[in-house]
């Protein structure tokens, strides 16, 4: 365990303590470290949120004493003895197997405990933890237990650590796609539709349709060709491709009073496989690449659905090659290619990090396919991952287990980890669909299927942008481009004559008619966040020119003609 | 009844008469005068379909002698005498409510019978009917009953009427869409995703994406703007809509094991009018005008789903105007000017009637909203109809209950009816969902919904062109345009040059690199309905020219230039 994980699980002891001296009937449940801090779970206690300073400050007077925290091993008999006033330890008790059980000691704070944790006080930094919030919780997680009460800390190496974490958590949360797609008009929800289904304004349109423009134009200059399949199927399909079992829970079934029953697909995979299927494949026709940017959908718990990022139906850009053993290098430099091409368009494309997953070569058993497959493809993808200069981190046992792959990880302005893409190599699907093709002695072979996600759900990828972006879209995204803004009527002439410019080269422009003031108009612009607001008054008509204000707020005067260039050379970068 | 049907019934009368002559064990159900013809159903009857033309024989002697058809009415009591012998008939006669009951009698035969028939046997034409087919069928109708088998008779009022028909069924067989299908690789089915499924390979995809291409740009052109709603619901949006009650036999139920409950969409309307209530709206906003290529689900009788024309997915082109009354008109005009751009396409716009459907004024009872709006937009519609030059039939009683409204109906080549465009106004929409707008004085009111379908499902307009066509898709939908085939592999230098070219011009050309023989090759090329082939061999390299075959099989040799100049305008024409 690291060393902040060691600190994080002793701040979780020293709040307990912190809690017992002030709430002495509290009784406590467990306490372990979590990502970014720590968390320990009470009953009986009667704090409040605005009491969690006052626990803060207790800890940190505890703290001031120098103290270690010893383990030591007790039989179980003794350790009821020591938590006989407690009911949540007992039963922890009584669920550990072992003769013996482990306990800490910190100062005066006993607790059943396998650490490990710092071994003095002195080690735990006392300006970089901080009581984030409480919240219940389950005793084990089970619903069906008591609700306790959570308390979350975080703690981090440094102070600076901790300020960078706020800060940056404070930006998440103005930047909160819900709210910025709100702000922009991108989409919308509705009670009688049901949350988890958002529905997609015109201008949200253009963005899914922008984005879908782009992933697609540059999958096919790799020769992917798209194909569109249903979004149900018989549960036979997911019977043999295995996912029926993998995603049982997840699965929506689909009836009707005509006794249908079907089941939503849960990935898009298998359907694609069927139109491999529908014909006599030759080894001279492979490799055959088919993308698809369709729905597929999983029972999310109903309380985990959120705006975008989490929702029933997931439009997920998927794709497969369906080639033979001797084309599957090209097949990943050419998606490894697409993805370098496809985050460069965000100047995501070398702020990320490649993770090379292969096998756990102790356990062999773990996988499907041949020993001399893996090998090859294993080798295949060190290749590409050499002569592509990816620097990937080799992962052992992280392979699927149909085959190894390649993982990106990005992260976005905020240092969050967007991890969406991905290569995988696919021995399996092939046999279970029985894929065939006939190779050059005449003989049916399996091919093997390389699966690629590149954009990931359309959903979460523009909640994402958005957050990145904090809303300003890149130009081509933007759904409005350009707003024209007439300072009176009187110019409604000279705009109009701008907008027929800005319509003739397919920017997206508006001409603001409204009767708003100038100044409410230029707010709304700035709120919507419109690349360019184009402001034309009396200056700007009699010097025939266009006064623009981008978002950054610079402001220039320039003629319509500069103008459109520069939104071409813009658009088309 | 008119005189063919009449005709008709007789003939069925007839068919009876000869099967009793010469089965005289066969028991007699039902025989009506259908369209195209007429059946009759018998039970206990040997005959095979071989035995039909012995059974039109008999029935031309028959007609030879010179009878006519005689009604008279009988007490229920003597009726049943008189059909003591047959389970069927006495059946039919209990379910007759009245006491007396009507008899034909046509030579020795005689038959329970409300008819009319024609007076004599002469007027019978003997050379404009045939039997045609026999099928199973239950009596009634009904499941539990017993299966009698059905003899099919087709009869027209001349010979040329009848081998038109016949004529146009053949070639209708041979232009199945589901058999053109398979042979130009556009979809294909999987038993495993199950029937009424269909997956659209790579070349059925361009189709369907470049009619969306298309429609969508002409619906741009009069404001439509793109949205994209999920294809599921909470069945709540549907009560309010009324569409849970029209659709209940027909709506797919989604659960999971995480118990949601929700509904796959039987409709988009509902979907959009979310969209347009998530923002205050003022007048000055309206028209807002939404536009949707997405999938609607049906649960049809599993028995019905076929191809492409019955499928339990429907991609809909579904369009809505939310609009003020003042604006009703110019709605209208936009969205049949949609009808006509998009079916001019076709060479079909000036081969259709048009219908105006209107109350039903004697039951105002039976319709949605005012009187005063009901009598304003039928005026508007006549207008827009006398204006355009329409030429349209006005259908008293035809209107939704929510509005009138503009169908409008086409034939295909072969004379098959298409119906599918319609533009209806709606005034129950609103109010259910309370839609709303701001008008000039501040005062909320409901806007209008101006519905608009003009391809309707792109599975089954798919169906349709393919059909109509016989496969040879216009050249702006064709999957693939151009195939360029040398000779021999001497000149692959010289094909991969006008390749090249063709791509440059975005023209979706394939180079055939296959080993096969030339004539095979061509062959591949015409059985595909490919609009263009390129043989490209000694002469062509040496004059710099291509040989051009297209699909009627004329032949021309012009430069590379020429070619494309040519298809660039076929293609944008």
């Not at 979590?34 to 605005?50: M, T």
């Not at 997840?250 to 009073?257: R, Y």
Request: glycine share 6%; proline share 4%; hydrophobic share 35%.
């Amino acid at each position: 365990m690291s060393q902040i994980e060691k600190i994080r699980h002793s701040l979780s002891h020293v709040m307990a303590q912190a809690v017992k001296e002030l709430y002495p009937e509290a009784l406590l449940g467990m306490g372990p470290a979590i990502e970014n801090g720590f968390y320990y779970d009470f009953d009986n206690a009667n704090f409040k949120e605005e009491d969690l300073a006052r626990i803060e400050n207790k800890m940190r007077e505890i703290m001031k004493k120098d103290f270690s925290f010893e383990k030591r091993e007790v039989v179980k008999e003794k350790a009821k003895e020591i938590f006989k006033n407690n009911p949540y330890k007992l039963e922890l008790l009584d669920d550990i197997e072992k003769d013996n059980v482990s306990l800490y000691q910190s100062g005066n704070f006993v607790d059943l405990c396998e650490g490990p944790h710092v071994q003095n006080s002195k080690e735990i930094p006392v300006d970089s933890f901080k009581l984030e919030r409480i919240a219940g919780a389950y005793f084990k997680g089970e619903e069906t237990r008591p609700m306790l009460k959570r308390i979350y800390g975080l703690a981090f190496e440094t102070k600076n650590d901790l300020e960078t974490y706020l800060s940056n958590k404070r930006e998440n949360e103005k930047r909160d796609h819900r709210k910025l797609g709100a702000q922009l008009d991108l989409f919308c929800f509705s009670d009688i539709v049901g949350s988890g289904f958002p529905l997609f304004t015109p201008r949200g349109t253009i963005v899914i349709n922008e984005l879908k423009k782009k992933i697609e134009d540059i999958c096919e200059n790799y020769g992917f060709q798209r194909v569109l399949t249903p979004h149900l199927a018989k549960i036979d399909l997911y019977e043999k491709s295995g996912h029926a079992k993998k995603f049982s829970e997840e699965l929506f079934h689909v009836t009707s009073p005509q006794n249908h029953n079907f089941v939503m697909r849960p990935v898009l995979c298998p359907h694609q496989t069927q139109i491999y299927a529908s014909k006599i494949r030759s080894y001279r026709d492979l490799p055959i690449r088919y993308m698809e940017s369709e729905k597929m959908y999983r029972a999310e718990k109903p309380g985990e659905v959120r705006g975008l990022s989490r929702v029933y139906g997931i439009t997920i850009e998927d794709g497969h090659s369906f080639c033979r053993v001797d084309q599957v290098k090209d097949e990943i430099k050419g998606m490894v290619s697409i993805v370098k091409d496809f985050y460069g368009l965000f100047d995501l494309w070398g702020n990320h990090q490649t993770y090379l997953s292969v096998r756990d070569y102790a356990h062999p058993e773990k996988y499907i396919g041949e020993k001399k497959d893996w090998d090859l493809c294993e080798e295949i993808l060190e290749e590409v991952a050499k002569e592509m200069k990816l620097d990937a981190k080799k992962q052992e046992g992280e392979a699927a287990i149909y085959g190894p792959k390649l993982d990106f990880m990005f992260k976005d302005a905020l240092g969050n980890e967007i991890q969406i893409p991905t290569v995988q190599i696919d021995f399996a699907t092939p046999k279970r669909f029985n894929l065939a093709y006939i190779d050059k002695n005449g003989k049916e072979q399996h091919p093997i299927i390389v699966h690629r996600a590149v954009l990931g759900s359309y959903e979460r990828f523009i909640a994402l942008l958005l957050e990145h972006y904090n809303g300003n879209l890149p130009f081509w995204l933007a759904p409005e481009q350009v707003r024209i803004i007439p300072v009176s009527d009187k110019f409604m002439d000279y705009a109009e004559e701008i907008f027929e410019e800005t319509k003739k080269e397919k920017i997206r422009a508006y001409l603001d008619k409204d009767s708003d003031t100038l100044s409410k108009k230029i707010r709304n612009g700035e709120t919507q966040k419109i690349p360019y607001l184009l402001i034309v008054g009396e200056k700007e008509k009699n010097e025939k020119k266009v006064n623009v204000r981008c978002r950054e707020k610079k402001q220039e005067m320039i003629t319509t003609e500069e103008f459109v260039k520069k939104l071409k050379e813009e658009a088309y970068s």
